[in-house]
Structure formats: structure tokens, C-alpha cells
T-cell receptor
């Protein structure tokens, strides 16, 4: 399977704990994106990388959120001091750079805060 | 301020008939448009896209139409099959600016056998 891979698929944690998610993009894709989706809504953009550089961050990405892509391959998204409102599906996507390149999504990590 | 709108939360059609899903946008800087299909517990799957220099793009049973003057696009599925039952998201992008996709809220399509 050469698609976008996300781990874990589900994460249940208590409020106040830190969580980290991993995304492995399609191997030849140099762009990687994080989105968040809540019930009844479309995915909302969080941040994106081109290679290892983080080029854009949404205002949705508060100080408690940090994303890295240290070697330009896989990426991690960390949420510190989780809150109830962080419960959502966290989606990763990747694409080639350039015009008219669709983003391809993984199956997401569903985060539930108790 | 919702820049991409899918005004029909749901649509039900008979197998073999045409499904038409609609999407409107407000940002005239959008120049690349995509449709994704999403099954429960899975991520969105890319279906078809269209650049703003075109007004139609076709891939098998799926055709996307773009009307730039009306800021409207539609996805036609012909013929519809029960396996097409899913939530369909319209998304838009302003290339050369922000690389973020802006999504609508989705339309749930049900194709009845």
C-alpha cells in the first residue's frame, strides 16, 4: 500500500494529557498537510510543509499544537495539555509540488478526550 | 465566513440515474477545484479535479462542470451505483498563494438499488 499512512487510528486520552500523531506521506510527495475534521463539517486546514519547511500555519493551530517534519519525510503533530474541544479527526494529506496536484488523504487519527 | 458552500446536506437517487452534486464558492481567487468522496471511518478519497482554465473535466462516470461567472461547480455521476453512496466534499484552492484546501460541509449521497 503506497498511500498516506497515519498512526494511531484512534487515540483516547484524558484532558490535560499530551498526544502525538504520526503521518507517513506518499513517498515521492514533497508536500504534507494536516487538517482537522469535526462532525458535520468539512476538513479544516491546520498547517503544511514543503520538504522539511513549515510554510503555513492556520490560526486554528494554537500554541498547544506543534507539527514537525524533520527529514522531509514523515511528520508528527503534537497536542499539549489536551482540551475537550480538541476531540476531532486529524487528517494528513500529501501531494507533489506544482500546479493542479491533488492532495491525497490518509484515513486519519480519531482523537477522543475524556 | 464560509467560502465554499454545499447547500444540500443530502441527496437520494435511484441506481442507474444521474446524481448531480452542487457547490458554490465566494472567493474569486480560487483557481483549482476538487471533489472528494468519503466513506465512514476512512479519509477523503480524491475523485476528480478541474482547473479554472477549463469548464469541464470528465473521468469515466464522473464529470465536473465549472461556471466561473456564477462561481458554481457541479459533479455529475452517470450512471449512479449503490457503491457511490458516501459523503462528497467539494474543495477549492488558490494556487500560488495559500496551499490550503477550503472544503464545503459535504453532501451525503444515497444511491438506492
Amino acid at each position: 500500500d503506497t498511500g498516506v499512512s497515519q498512526d494511531p487510528r484512534h487515540k483516547i486520552t484524558k484532558r490535560g494529557q499530551n498526544v502525538t500523531f504520526r503521518c507517513d506521506p506518499i513517498s515521492e510527495h514533497n508536500r504534507l498537510y494536516w487538517y482537522r475534521q469535526t462532525l458535520g463539517q468539512g476538513p479544516e486546514f491546520l498547517t503544511y510543509f514543503q520538504n522539511e519547511a513549515q510554510l503555513e500555519k492556520s490560526r486554528l493551530l494554537s500554541d498547544r499544537f506543534s507539527a514537525e517534519r524533520p527529514k522531509g519525510s514523515f511528520s508528527t503533530l503534537e497536542i499539549q495539555r489536551t482540551e475537550q474541544g480538541d476531540s476531532a479527526m486529524y487528517l494528513c494529506a500529501s501531494s507533489l509540488a506544482g500546479f493542479n496536484q491533488p492532495q491525497h488523504f490518509g484515513d486519519g487519527t480519531r482523537l477522543s478526550i475524556l | 465566513d464560509q467560502q465554499v458552500k454545499q447547500n444540500s446536506p443530502s441527496l437520494s437517487v435511484q441506481e442507474g440515474r444521474i446524481s448531480i452534486l452542487n457547490c458554490d464558492y465566494t472567493n474569486s481567487m480560487f483557481d483549482y477545484f476538487l471533489w472528494y468522496k468519503k466513506y465512514p471511518a476512512e479519509g477523503p478519497t480524491f475523485l476528480i479535479s478541474i482547473s479554472s482554465i477549463k469548464d469541464k473535466n470528465e473521468d469515466g462516470r464522473f464529470t465536473v462542470f465549472l461556471n466561473k461567472s456564477a462561481k458554481h461547480l457541479s459533479l455529475h455521476i452517470v450512471p449512479s451505483q449503490p457503491g457511490d453512496s458516501a459523503v462528497y466534499f467539494c474543495a477549492a484552492l488558490s494556487q500560488g498563494g495559500s496551499e490550503k484546501l477550503v472544503f464545503g460541509k459535504g453532501t451525503k449521497l444515497t444511491v438506492n438499488p
